[in-house]
Every structure is written in C-alpha cells, then in structure tokens.
C-alpha cells in the first residue's frame, strides 16, 4: 500500500557563497538531531522557530508539480538574506516520498511525487555541479554566483586542486531551456597569484537525451531504447530523473519538455 503524506512548511532556498575547507563528518545522532553540521547559509532562516499559522486559509495547498513549476528566486540570495517572496507564505504540501538523502553537509534532500503518480518531478533541490580547471593549484575562491539558481557550495578537489567544483541548486526548472554564467571571484593559487574573476557559460535543457539542443521525438525513441539499463557511463542522458535506472518515468519526463530548446 502507497502512503500520501501532507507535510506543513515553509519553502526556504538554501546558499553557501563561502570557499569549501575541510570539514568533519556530519554525524546524525537521531532521525532529528546532527552534529558538526555545516550548511550555515541562510542560518537564522533555517532554524525560524515559527509556526504554522491557526488560521487555515493561510495556508495553501500544493502538490510537489505545482512546487516544481515555481520560477527560482527573483533576487540574489546571500548566507544572511531573510525570508523574500514567497518563503513569506506557508504551504500544505501532499506528495509520496520517493527517495531521501542526507547530504555530507548535514542538509537533507527529500523527494517528492505527486500522490497520483502521473506527474514524475525532478527534485527541485538537486545540485548540478560544474567543474573549473585552473592552470595552477587553487588554495580559495572568495565566491561565486550564477545567473539563474543558486551557488550553494565550493569545493576544490581534494585529489586535483587544480579543479573547483561549484554545486548549484535551484536550476532544475527555473533555468530550464537557457544558458546561465557561472563566475567564481577572487581566486587565489599556492604560487601566490590572484585572479579576480573566471566564468564559464552552461547550456541546461531537461529532456535532451542526444543533445541537439532541442527536445522532441528522438530523445523519446532514444530513451525508449534503453529503457530497463542501469545508468552507465554510455547511456546517462538518458537517465532524466537520475535515479541509476532508465525507466518509464524518464520518457514520461521527456515527453513533457517536448518543443522545448535551447537559443
């Protein structure tokens, strides 16, 4: 039996403009309480000990499709920015838990479907990360922003600190079908040079299994081909909703994009 759960809340976008250092393991102590958690951004937001309004009809009631399709925030966001826009309100969400992850941070991702199971959703947290390869061995980056989403971490590559990894949330619709900017700011390297600024352009368009920047049939049909394999290397385009499995749900994903593109 499949169980629909309705969840009371405010939607908080998280952010993290600081250069990644080493940190310990986060350690959950119970299902509710961690320790060493260092997902700092938007600190005070997060631990907001409001509660739900006792008048109902302020409070809305949504399905995660209905919080998917939602435009990403329309100001740029800071570790200290209060609540903007419509984190000002308060939601009864209805959906089925389809996965649950605790990232290293001590953040935790859940995702939802819809409760009748027709509209398959990406999770709209997920974090896209794009690598940067410097000439030089980076020791920081001062911070870093994007045009559409939000850069949530930095990270420099702990086997190769030539590379930085910028993980973004907040692009897995907002930015559907458009080219964002990435650009890290004051980027230093251990031979003591300082660069101001590096960005790096990046095409997103969900759907577009063979890469033509354009969504229509033949990412269906390619899909469809694969549809049962285990994601791999060779076939991960097709993986839509990234689950590790090329399945029904990743055509269904597909086929509601159709007509979309990138310019």
Not at 10 to 17: E, K
Not at 118 to 137: G, I
Not at 228 to 248: L, M
């Amino acid at each position: 039996m499949r169980r629909t759960t309705t969840l009371i809340i405010a939607v908080i976008a998280f952010v993290c403009s600081t250069a990644a250092a080493t940190q310990p393991p986060v350690t959950f102590e119970s299902p509710c309480s961690c320790r060493d958690n260092h997902a700092k951004g938007r600190w005070a937001v997060k631990n907001d000990p409001s509660t739900p309004p006792t008048d109902a009809t302020a409070i809305h009631a949504v399905t995660p499709s209905d919080v998917f399709s939602w435009p990403g925030p329309d100001v740029q966001l800071t570790g200290q920015s209060e609540r903007t826009g419509i984190e000002n309100k308060w939601f009864a969400l209805t959906g089925r838990v389809v996965a649950v992850k605790a990232e290293t941070d001590g953040d935790i991702h859940i995702a939802l479907q819809d409760a009748t199971g027709d509209k398959p959703v990406v999770d709209a947290n997920k974090k896209f990360t794009v690598v940067m390869t410097f000439d030089q061995n980076i020791i920081s980056v001062g911070s870093a922003s994007s045009t559409c989403g939000t850069v949530q971490s930095i990270v420099i590559d702990g086997t190769d600190a030539h590379k930085v990894n910028f993980n973004l949330v907040g692009v897995a619709h907002a930015c559907n079908g458009s080219t964002i900017t990435i650009t890290a700011n004051s980027i230093s390297d251990d031979q003591g040079g300082l660069l101001s600024s590096a960005s790096v352009p990046i095409g997103l368009l969900l759907g577009d299994v063979n890469g033509d920047r354009v969504v229509n049939r033949l990412d269906t049909n390619e899909a469809q081909m694969r549809i049962g394999q285990r994601t791999v290397q060779q076939n991960y385009r097709n993986d839509v909703n990234t689950n590790g499995h090329i399945e029904h749900s990743d055509i269904q994903l597909i086929q509601q994009q159709n007509g979309t593109s990138l310019p």
